[in-house]
């Protein structure tokens, strides 16, 4: 129960970059992604997006396979970052097979399904999409992953919850060392779906700003490798960091909505540090869930002020990436280690007046600080809040 | 068409876009608030009834707080397609 | 640790939901079976109702007729399902392009969010623990149920409720019936394992299971442990694996009463279970033990197992094997472990649909 679990090993593919480096790079300069009307997904909305920034052919190809209507894209963008994350952690392909696998998705390939569900016939090599677990089987079956793998999906905290699950995994002796992460390929299904709760900004996510009016949808996948201690020691892992606090809770309170009052974010903040044994004074910074709705951005900024005070940074990574559904979790997980080892706080670049409801601590530029904890926020659909804790190991 | 006809109209509409099932026209008060007490109504329902408005009579309301001001009872609806000449 | 199942409840196309049905079992020359409806009307506020798909309605009078079973009440909430809220999906999608991508309703696509039956269950009953969501196909459940029992050792849950839940739909019928997952012809769903073909019928089902980490002194069985891995054709290696896990667990191959099993009408794969067991009885002489299957009573689907282990608990709890489910008895006239056992092979799938899993768990007499 006592079991570390270490982190040793990311990689990641968003608008903001392809590659854990290139991701950094951009967090450091300050620019996010251009958002933008689509270009890739086909789509009549006009809406901004953030995608990115290669299509389906220069993504096959750098997975190095052949086209394929088989591959839909959250898959293409989950095997970069899978494998990024397998090389950083000097994990070969003999190795694999000792690995477990913990996926999350919300489209499960959906983008794949939606242009080709009335005329299957012509499209048989589409069909495994419609299976939900066929990305995580595919990745499973490309990286000779066995036992234990499961895909989780539970709206915008999916990849957190897959983290959560991992943990546990590892914590109960039930795996030594998995690979965890999320993806999701903008689609035209989740586009208007969110569109037609009319939270999507017209003009642009500005999280935490005072004139936030909306989520701006990204696109993207992250994967960690996480190990026991003792696995990690076993072959001489270098360690980025542990995951050493988890929870999550319910709202109970609405379908897609947060409480104004963030209690439900709160209560969910407090067991996340009960489980890692810290006081809220511990946390250095917090990546916030951040969407740049109204509703969040209140009811999270409340949370915060009521948990752990208006003094610690909060920066929204959502202004570089744009919401990214079930790869924010993992997106967000990789930025809050990046923090510990690079001892950097994240600006918030889309904030140009911070929002007057909550008084937060929001950095505007990325800054140098020491960072040895880092408290990671991810809200979905359904009232699922998850918080993760990250720690110098 | 009267404003009484409307109302039903309305109604019919209303019953249909939110799958009120067990509810007939005649149970719904024309004055009585949509949300809150009464029908149970929450802010998905809202959004069903400015699509209702868009969609059957052409009318666009963006501004949250005029949404608010016409969606306070079944009257207030009729009262805003008349008001827009496509009743 | 074992965890205590507390009570359960299942919807099924069996009459499952009232008084014991299962003397005389629903059947009918079919390619699919659907669920016998409860009233829903009493088991879900009507406000509520009026937005709900069937599989929403099924996961919230399941989980309601569970909770309300239960003598401790849970407070967290984990569900698998293999295809989620599809028929909700599959509006959606299709109102993007019939509406142009214009002023659609909100309600299907916010319903299709996969995790929206743990979401709903925990808003009805106001459950405000750790609520997860497990999407991974024929395995969507086994994954839950791991994730209850390693919650409830974490000791984050006092009480835990588990569900497996799915719904039919045209479309998913269509799509796998063009990989091989059902038969051609109409059959009779309790002819299913005794006639030859490659296939099996579509089911659905919503299945739930109130498991705390201490026994209440009411509980029905104790789920000692739940795994899950790829299939394995080879009997040899299958059943070695059953003994792995037997040994885990501190008992051998004699020590398993009946075995539930997941055999499905599909020949090649049914031949696979009736191999294991065979060396299996080879390797236990009088000592085998009894088989029940199930899946003529419920049809094939991603989370079929949840009425499996249903049985599986009904059977200890009720020290009784219902005529229709027996596949062959070894005069046994207790029955104090169940090795429930599936593996959906589907031997036909040329397009790799899946990666096929097998699964065991072991339930115990309290």
């Not at chain 1, 590892?170 to 208007?192: K, T």
């Not at chain 2, 009834?49 to 009872?73: A, C, F, H, M, W």
């Not at chain 3, 199942?5 to 939901?17: G, K």
């Not at chain 3, 709890?317 to 489910?325: D, S, T």
Request: contains cysteine; charged residues 20%; aromatic residues 6%.
């Amino acid at each position: 129960m006592t079991e570390r679990v270490l982190i040793t090993g990311a990689g990641m593919v968003t608008a903001a970059g392809v590659g854990v480096e290139a991701n950094l790079r951009t967090l450091m300069g300050g620019e996010g992604a251009a958002f933008a009307p689509a270009r890739y997904l086909h789509t009549s909305l006009t809406i901004p997006v953030a995608e990115v920034p290669l299509d389906n052919n220069e993504l096959t190809a750098r997975c190095g396979l052949q086209p394929s209507e088989a591959h839909s894209r959250t898959y293409l963008l989950a095997l970069l970052a899978a494998q990024e994350a397998l090389d950083s952690a000097h994990i070969s392909a003999a190795q694999a097979g000792k690995l477990g696998l913990v996926a999350a998705t919300t489209g499960a390939g959906i983008e794949v399904i939606e242009a080709c569900y009335d005329t299957l016939d012509q499209h048989l090599a589409a069909i495994p999409n419609f299976s939900s677990s066929n990305l995580t089987d595919s990745l499973a079956r490309y990286f000779g992953i066995t036992h234990p793998v499961t895909t989780i999906s539970t709206a915008c905290s999916s990849s957190a919850n897959a983290l959560q699950v991992a943990a546990r995994l590892i914590r109960h002796g039930r795996a030594s060392r998995l690979l965890v992460g999320g993806m999701d390929g903008l689609s035209r299904f989740s586009l208007n779906g969110f569109n037609s709760i009319e939270i999507v900004s017209p003009t642009g996510c500005r999280p935490f700003d005072a004139s936030h009016n909306g989520v701006t949808l990204g696109e993207g996948a992250a994967f960690l490798v996480l190990e026991s201690e003792q696995a990690a020691q076993e072959r001489g892992a270098e360690v980025w960091g542990e995951l050493s606090g988890y929870a999550n809770r319910n709202e109970a309170y609405h379908p897609t909505s947060s409480r104004p009052d963030g209690a439900g974010a709160a209560e969910t903040i407090r067991a996340a540090l009960a489980q890692a044994g810290m006081q809220p004074d511990g946390v250095d910074c917090i990546n916030a869930h951040g969407t740049g709705t109204v509703v969040n951005d209140q009811s999270e900024g409340n949370a915060i002020v009521s948990t752990l005070g208006s003094g610690v940074p909060v920066t929204s990574t959502k202004g570089f990436t744009g919401h990214t559904l079930a790869a924010c979790g993992a997106v967000e997980a990789i930025y809050s280690l990046l923090s510990i080892r690079h001892g950097v706080i994240f600006g918030n670049n889309r904030v140009l007046q911070p929002m007057p409801e909550v008084s937060l601590s929001l950095p505007l530029h990325t800054y140098t600080a020491s960072v040895s904890t880092v408290l990671s926020n991810s809200f979905g659909f359904g009232g699922s809040n998850t918080v993760l804790i990250f720690t110098k190991a | 068409m009267t404003q009484d006809e409307l109302i039903e109209q309305l109604k019919n509409q209303i019953i249909a876009a939110l799958s009120l099932e067990d509810i007939k026209p005649e149970d719904i008060d024309p004055d009585a608030p949509l949300f809150g007490e009464g029908l149970g109504l929450d802010s998905i329902d809202a959004i069903e009834l400015i699509l209702l408005l868009e969609k059957n009579y052409g009318i666009k309301i963006e501004d949250p707080r005029q949404r608010k001001e016409v969606l306070t009872s079944v009257r207030t609806m009729a009262e805003l397609v008349e008001k827009e000449g496509k009743a | 640790m074992p965890a205590y199942i507390q009570s359960t409840s299942m919807i099924s196309p069996q009459d499952t939901c009232g008084e014991d049905s299962l003397e005389q079992p629903r059947h009918e020359v079919c390619q699919h079976l659907l669920c016998v409806d409860p009233d829903y009307k009493a088991l879900i506020p009507p406000a509520r109702l009026r937005r709900m798909s069937r599989i929403l309605k099924m996961g919230l009078a399941g989980s309601s007729l569970c909770i309300q079973r239960s003598p401790v009440k849970p407070d967290a909430v984990i569900v698998g399902t293999g295809l989620s809220c599809v028929t909700d999906l599959e509006r959606f999608m299709r109102s993007c392009d019939d509406e142009h991508e214009q002023m659609l309703s909100p309600t299907p696509f916010i319903n299709s969010s996969h995790n929206s039956v743990a979401g709903q269950i925990a808003m009805a009953n106001q459950i405000t623990g750790y609520n997860n969501t497990h999407f991974h196909g024929v395995s969507s459940l086994e994954s839950a149920l791991v994730d209850a029992l390693m919650l409830l050792d974490e000791g984050d849950s006092r009480c835990v409720l588990v569900g497996g839940v799915d719904e039919y739909s045209q479309m998913k019928f269509d799509v796998f019936s063009r990989v091989g997952w059902w038969r051609q012809q109409p059959v009779d769903n309790l002819e299913l394992l005794h006639t030859r073909g490659e296939g099996s019928i579509m089911g659905e089902g919503a299945a739930f299971f109130a498991l705390s980490g201490q026994p209440s002194g009411t509980d029905l069985a104790q789920l000692v442990d739940v795994t899950s891995s790829l299939c394995t054709d080879d009997a040899d290696e299958a059943l070695q694996r059953i003994c792995a896990f037997l040994e885990r667990q501190g008992i051998a191959l004699e020590d398993v009463d009946v075995i539930v099993d997941g055999r499905n009408g599909d020949e090649p794969s049914d031949a696979v279970y009736e191999a294991v067991e065979a060396l299996w009885d080879a390797r236990t002489g009088e000592r085998r033990p009894d088989v029940v299957a199930y899946k003529h009573l419920c049809g094939e689907y991603l989370t079929a197992s949840g009425f499996g282990l249903w049985l599986s608990v009904r059977l200890l709890h009720g020290q009784h094997l219902p005529a229709c489910a027996v596949v062959r008895r070894s005069g046994r006239s207790q029955w104090r472990n169940v090795l429930f056992y599936n593996c959906f092979r589907s031997s036909v799938d040329k397009c790799c649909v899946c990666n096929y899993t097998e699964s065991m768990a072991l339930l115990r007499e309290v």
